[in-house]
């Protein structure tokens, strides 16, 4: 009787709550792949939806050498619905630019997750008449990539 308890316990769960049951949570943590080749590390998201990361990207808007670079971000408190929203920082370690990415974590129909994102990249110009040039603006789609592979 002792040992059947669990099992029931878990058999009513399954007939009484089929909404908790299975259901594929897109979790921002890991590595990630995007449409240009970039990739990006997310670390932990801690209690306050905060995480920290690296960001490798495959391009560049300068002719210097491209260097891995820090990431800062935050997902929304709204996590337990499930597919969240987030913006992330990167801090550009080998130009004087910065990028703030905008997204939402998707699980695809085919069960695969999917940072579906929009950016800004803002350049460094010598002279205010030059501000109206240097903003760049797109949207990146990030695939996450198996543990095991290398940058
Ligand atoms: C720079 O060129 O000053 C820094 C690199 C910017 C790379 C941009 S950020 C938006 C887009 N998505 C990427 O993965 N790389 C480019």
Aim: aromatic share 10%; glycine share 8%; proline share 3%.
């Amino acid at each position: 009787m002792v040992q059947a308890t669990p099992f029931l316990l878990m058999l009513s769960l399954a007939l009484v709550a089929p909404g908790f049951s299975a259901r594929k949570q897109c979790v921002l943590s890991g590595r990630w792949v995007n449409d240009l080749g970039s990739n990006m590390t997310i670390g932990a998201v801690n209690g306050k939806g905060e995480f920290t990361g690296s960001y490798h990207t495959a391009v560049t808007a300068t002719r210097n050498e491209i260097q891995l670079s820090p990431l800062q971000g935050s997902q929304h408190r709204t996590n337990n619905k499930g597919q969240p929203t987030f913006g992330f920082t990167v801090n550009w370690s080998f130009s004087d630019s910065v990028t703030v990415f905008t997204g939402q974590c998707f699980v695809d129909e085919n069960g695969k997750e999917v940072l579906k994102t929009m950016w800004l990249l803002r350049s460094r110009v010598d002279n205010i008449n030059d501000d109206w040039k240097a903003t760049r603006v797109g949207i990146n789609i990030f695939t996450r990539l198996p543990s095991s592979q290398k940058e």
